[in-house]
């Protein structure tokens, strides 16, 4: 079975430049989240959507942040205009349909960003 | 969602039992008990989750105490690949499900 995919692996960037990530979760799981990880600290969530509606993004700094499921499969986070503090690992997960508690998150590897 | 203490760090002999504990004095009644992992420059992994009960998958054991403040997670012959950083997380299911609150978590160093 295909693990959840992210895309690019790694990106540099100058302060106030944009970037986008991708990601494609596991095949028929209706819920995707994206999640920061800080170097050093745990993973935080920015946004989830459930099929590609947003169920919480009460975390996503939403004056650069922005994200997309548009069809209710891959999503996009965007960050327009980066600053040094989004240098972070950017972490894409799935699960089935939210209301069935499986217990389990599937993560991708990461994007890791350096805004310099 | 209820928040964990997690000791920083713990060390543990190649094939021996390793033994993580959890405090989670505030949970409350229809809060879960996660334990993720995760292994240098990869996402976290799911390992096992509870309510009540102690669990058992092909990968630890979960042991809840029973007033459920507490729990321990259990890798019953560590191996060098264990080596990661392990998180103890309580949440809600339903729509909640999801919105893990990741604290520091436990770093894990198993040796030969």
């Known amino acids: 079975e295909a693990g959840v995919a992210q895309s690019p692996r790694y990106k540099i960037i100058e302060k106030r430049q944009s970037v986008a990530f991708w990601c494609n979760p596991i095949?028929?799981?209706?819920?995707l989240y994206w999640y920061q990880q800080i170097l050093g600290q745990g993973p935080k969530l920015l946004i989830q959507f459930q099929n590609n509606g947003v169920v919480d993004d009460s975390q996503l700094p939403k004056d650069r942040f922005s994200a997309e499921r548009l069809k209710g499969v891959d999503s996009t986070l965007k960050i327009q205009p980066a600053k040094l503090e989004d240098s972070a690992v950017y972490l894409c997960?799935?699960?089935?349909?939210?209301?069935?508690?499986?217990?389990?998150?599937?993560f991708g590897e990461g994007s890791r960003l350096t805004v310099l | 969602d209820a928040k964990t203490t997690q000791p920083p760090s713990m060390d543990c002999a190649e094939g021996r039992a390793a033994n993580l504990p959890c405090n989670h004095s505030t949970i409350s009644g229809n809060e879960y008990v996660y334990w993720y992992r995760q292994i240098h420059s990869q996402g976290p992994q799911y390992i096992i989750h509870g309510l009540k009960n102690n669990e058992t998958n092909e990968m630890a054991s979960l042991i809840i105490t029973e007033d459920r403040k507490s729990s321990t997670l259990i890798l019953p012959h560590a191996t060098l690949r264990d080596t990661a950083v392990y998180y103890c997380?309580?949440?809600?299911?339903?729509?909640?499900?999801?919105?893990?609150?990741f604290g520091q978590g436990t770093i894990l160093t198993v040796h030969p």
């Open positions: 095949s028929g799981h209706a819920t």
């Open positions: 997960a799935s699960s089935l349909w939210a209301g069935r508690n499986t217990g389990e998150l599937f």
């Open positions: 997380i309580v949440s809600k299911g339903g729509t909640s499900y999801g919105k893990l609150t």
